[in-house]
């Protein structure tokens, strides 16, 4: 089994995934900037245990990992949401009243 | 033929029982909401309260026992730290509680969730405490995070509550996937999730050297922690945070979950990485050392007192960190100061800390202010409390014969017992930071006492049961651990993980 391809694949994922989430402004775009990141580990987890082929762990965690970012997920576009009930934008760049 | 081989796990529900009263308590706070709803509003804090003393029970019945306990192919582990640690957190959660139950009752929130929110944080830093895995420390980060990300903006039409929550769950999630992907590259390296398989060190029988895969997995896991404990460079979210939040939250923000991410590291640092220190140890020395400068440093200029202490628990997480960067590497067994050094600063800071904030609280029902020129002749009507902030702001300082001088003696003595320059570097920071606290800290305590008073009504200030309990708590701790350390002192000690 080649394990490099997937790897690559993933660390391509990761990077896309940090670059949109700090450069991207708009809340939906950052979740799913943060979702490549969560999918990228995914990959990495999958590929790895399939590689070692005796060890499942790999495989589980990924599973747990699928469950809890659609949990995130849920709670990040309730912020979004209400974020644009009270502003009238999903602008992440709105919210800056705290400085210091 | 359908059935599988799979053993059922041998369960120890003794061992189990303090997670299953947490749990149950969740349920019941619940049900009884859904049954009864507004009728009942009130009763959830008082069943949220019961449930997590009822917690404490069987911690303390599994402490007499004595003996470790572990479970899930070694995957949760009942031992003398996981104990500790529970019941700390189990105590925190009852002080926060007592704190709550009256600034929520008087606000419009919903107040049943409240509970629910705070009991299931709990009860992943309890589930954490026991965590020997990289899935269970994964999963149990986020039981405490998602639900703490919903607590800070629990004020959802209050603007600076909304921004509070959308920057701790931005950045949150965002070291979250960060960790994740580290613990990836960590499990490719050696082949399992199992801390104690980890600390074996990368496999070799692949004929590749993975030791650089482990390194950059270690690194990006430990980043992910430092968001969590809002260690310098990762705290950015922290002043925010704290000050937008509602005030209870705060407390636990500041106490209970950055403990939380604590206690992970301390698992994945004392049981999977230690083998490797070259990799981590010089990330926990920058990050201690900077988190320690820097909030000292902007703490100084503040003019709002939530943000001054939400600078000061970044310098403080800087100390915890102290420790593990001085840590010896030779030999597993060496570290025992250390570990109890962190060990005992945390429960120290959990004290003080929750008594400074609930105190602030107190004051702030007359002031409706959190500007520190509010303070200003707090002594003049309300002595009693400028004496119990005076107490905790001396004992963050460090100034003896308050808890906070036996945190700050134990963290020094672990950088002596490190022995190395770079250890005695640290401290020698870590010494200069401790005398800068006294500015900003000594500055509130000046304007209570020595000032004029600038609020118009001077009456003095009534103080909720509730809130007067949590703070004559956490003074009793703090001048108690203060005056005899040997309360504390043996609660750092550990058997070997």
Redesign the interface.
């Known amino acids: 089994m080649v394990l490099n391809q997937f790897?690559l694949l993933?660390l391509f994922l990761?990077c896309t995934?940090?670059y949109g989430?700090l450069v991207r402004r708009n809340?939906v775009l950052?979740l799913m900037s943060?979702e490549l990141?969560?999918n990228?580990?995914?990959l990495?987890?999958v590929?790895?245990s399939a590689f070692?082929k005796t060890?499942i762990?790999?495989q589980?965690?990924a599973l747990?990992?699928i469950a809890?970012a659609a949990?995130?997920v849920g709670?990040?576009l309730a912020?979004v949401l209400?974020?644009y009930r009270?502003l009238s934008s999903a602008d992440?760049d709105r919210?800056?009243?705290?400085k210091? | 033929m359908l059935s599988v081989g799979i053993p059922a796990p041998d369960i120890d529900y003794h061992a189990l029982a303090p997670e299953i009263v947490v749990a149950g308590t969740i349920l019941l706070i619940l049900l009884v909401d859904l049954i009864f709803g507004d009728r009942a509003r009130a009763h959830a804090s008082r069943i949220a309260a019961f449930g997590v003393l009822g917690a404490l029970i069987p911690v303390l019945t599994l402490g007499a026992d004595g003996g470790d306990v572990s479970m899930f192919n070694g995957t949760f582990v009942v031992d003398n730290f996981a104990l500790v640690m529970k019941a700390f957190f189990l105590i925190v959660t009852y002080l926060v509680i007592l704190v709550s139950v009256d600034s929520m009752s008087e606000s419009d929130v919903a107040e049943p969730e409240y509970y629910l929110m705070t009991l299931t944080a709990l009860l992943g830093m309890m589930v954490m405490g026991s965590s020997r895995d990289?899935?269970t420390i994964?999963?149990a980060l986020?039981t405490i995070s998602?639900p703490t990300?919903?607590l800070a903006?629990w004020k959802?039409?209050e603007?600076?509550s909304?921004?509070?929550?959308?920057?701790y769950?931005?950045f949150g999630?965002?070291s979250?996937?960060?960790m994740?992907?580290g613990?990836?590259?960590v499990?490719?390296a050696t082949?399992?999730?199992?801390l104690s398989v980890i600390a074996e060190g990368p496999r070799t029988d692949l004929g590749q050297d993975l030791g650089t895969v482990m390194n950059v997995g270690i690194f990006l896991t430990l980043v992910g922690f430092a968001f969590k404990v809002s260690a310098v460079p990762f705290h950015f979210w922290t002043?925010?945070t704290y000050?937008?939040a509602p005030t209870p939250v705060t407390a636990f923000l500041s106490v209970a979950s950055k403990a939380g991410g604590m206690v992970a590291i301390f698992s994945l640092i004392y049981v999977g990485f230690y083998g490797r220190t070259d990799a981590w140890q010089p990330i926990i020395w920058v990050m201690a050392a900077l988190s320690m400068t820097v909030g000292n440093m902007?703490a100084t200029?503040?003019t709002n007192i939530v943000?001054m202490l939400a600078y000061s628990s970044i310098a403080q997480a800087g100390f915890m960190l102290v420790p593990f960067a001085v840590a010896p590497e030779d030999g597993l067994n060496s570290y025992q100061s250390a570990f109890s050094a962190t060990v005992i600063y945390m429960l120290i800071y959990g004290a003080m800390n929750i008594g400074a904030f609930a105190t602030l609280m107190a004051i702030a029902r007359r002031t409706r202010s959190g500007e520190i020129s509010s303070f200003a002749g707090l002594f003049s009507y309300a002595p009693t409390l400028a004496m119990m902030m005076s107490i905790f702001l001396m004992s963050l300082a460090g100034v003896p014969i308050f808890a906070g001088w036996f945190a700050k003696f134990v963290m020094f003595q672990a950088t002596i017992d490190g022995g190395t320059g770079m250890a005695y570097a640290l401290g020698i920071v870590a010494a200069v930071n401790s005398v800068i606290a006294f500015f900003y800290y000594g500055n509130v305590i000046r304007l209570m006492f020595f000032r004029e008073p600038t609020v118009e009504d001077r009456s003095p200030i009534r103080v909720p049961t509730a809130l007067g309990a949590a703070i004559a708590l956490c003074a009793i701790t703090t001048v108690a651990v203060g005056i005899y350390p040997e309360l504390f002192a043996r609660l750092g000690e550990r058997t070997p993980f």
């Open positions: 790897l993933s990761f995934g940090v989430a809340g950052v943060i990141m969560l990228a580990a995914n990495n987890l590929a790895f070692y060890e762990s790999g589980v965690f747990f990992v809890i949990a995130e709670v990040g912020i209400l974020l009270n992440l919210a800056d009243s705290m210091g | 990289l899935i994964f999963v986020e998602i990300y919903l903006g959802k039409h603007h600076k909304n921004e509070a929550m959308l920057k769950f931005v999630v965002l979250s996937a960060v994740l992907y613990m990836s590259l499990y490719g082949g399992s999730t199992l002043p925010d000050e937008g902007i200029k503040q943000r």
